[in-house]
DNA sequence: TAAACAACCTAACGTTCGTTAGCAAATTTT
DNA sequence: AAAATTTGCTAACGAACGTTAGGTTGTTTA
């Protein structure tokens, strides 16, 4: 399955790895475009600034999260059954797109605004999705959590590591690191 | 405990808020200055270059959490005891000094060599005695974790969020955290 | 009281930055 | 074959960057 990506799509690429290797304010022009083997000022043809790179692959990425999480939910499952889909879901976008996702989640404070603002709307929207299944496994004594802002945040941060060790060759895929994960926090919830 | 600070330590600690909110790269000397309330030449009286900043509450912050760790580890006792003991001291470390531990977790990227290259000996040497505790309670059956690498990035990972929404005023005091935190994770670990 | 030091200043250096203007060649579309 | 589009170039802009040189002032030490 070769993929010919538009020009503008390999910027996006490219920029994206040297966005997350060095960070985006450590990033120049001058370096995206020595590793394209184009000019700096050629890349003006394709995109309107730098910041426009980092707008489409925050905004790209907060997107993938969104459906592969409204894709698996079940409102009629158990708490743990739709914490547990959630878990995969997310760490399935984390795997495919370990590069991006790592600029997704620590590059969006360089957005200036209103996309900035918009940016962390979004997040809150999508944590408060796993806020509410864990508020319903709370209140029907599923999960035994003393807040669950507090449990959300710890759920999502031990995910939000992988993407700094997973190598898609590895000896755990994808699948398996979800499984192991999910198993290890949705334990953590049930506290005796 | 009024505390009197060297002009020193004033730039060091207006650094770290300032690396801590826009990040290093994006962090100019003129800025820092300004935050003084000083030119940004001044502050060459008191240091030797920007980077210098960071190698400081870098390093500064690594020895605090190996003393934290080191002083509550107690060899003879459960590993189920020990990590607790370890979580909570890391915790600790962490609450004390939030925005120095966001610099210390996310900037030191920006440390030129050897520096980088130490700092990331000292990190693998600090995971290296979770991951020890946790080999220890996987060989006599007290935790059960397909992989102990793992299971400490989890862990620390999971931890290490603390920092962005911390407050010392807020509804949950420090030791409170790292009970809740150490109660979750180490409940993961026991799988049945 | 003289010497040493701490703290800060103005001015400027050489470099790098994101970006624009204007143009040329190749490719695709009509 | 003409027109439009894509992709790239050179040259340069104004601004911002980290840092140095050299000097002034006030405070502390000998």
Redesign the interface.
């Known amino acids: 399955m070769e993929v010919t990506l538009s020009r503008k799509e390999q910027i996006e690429k490219t920029a994206t790895a040297l966005f997350r290797k060095?960070?985006f304010?450590?990033t120049s022009m001058r370096d995206l475009a020595n590793e394209l083997g184009i000019e700096a000022a050629s890349i003006y043809s394709h995109i309107r600034s730098k910041e426009e790179i980092l707008q489409r692959v925050c905004f790209r990425m907060a997107n993938e999260f969104f459906e592969a999480i409204d894709k698996v939910d079940d409102p009629e499952a158990t708490a743990s059954a739709r914490l547990q889909a959630a878990i995969t879901a997310h760490v399935q976008v984390l795997t495919k797109n370990t590069e991006a996702s790592a600029v997704f989640l620590?590059e969006w404070?360089?957005l200036s605004e209103p996309y900035h603002a918009e940016f962390l709307t979004l997040r809150d929207r999508y944590e408060k999705h796993f806020r509410e299944i864990i508020k319903a496994g709370i209140s029907i004594g599923e999960f035994k959590?003393?807040?669950e802002k507090?449990?959300v945040?710890?759920?999502?941060?031990?995910l939000?590591?992988i993407h700094?060790?997973y190598k898609p060759d590895g000896?755990?895929n994808a699948e398996?690191?979800a499984a192991?994960?999910a198993?290890?926090?949705?334990?953590?919830?049930?506290?005796?």
């Open positions: 060095r960070g304010s450590a620590y404070r360089h959590v003393p807040d507090f449990a945040l710890t759920i999502l941060s031990g939000n590591w700094t060790w000896k755990m398996e690191i192991n994960l198993t290890m926090l949705l334990n953590g919830l049930k506290q005796t």
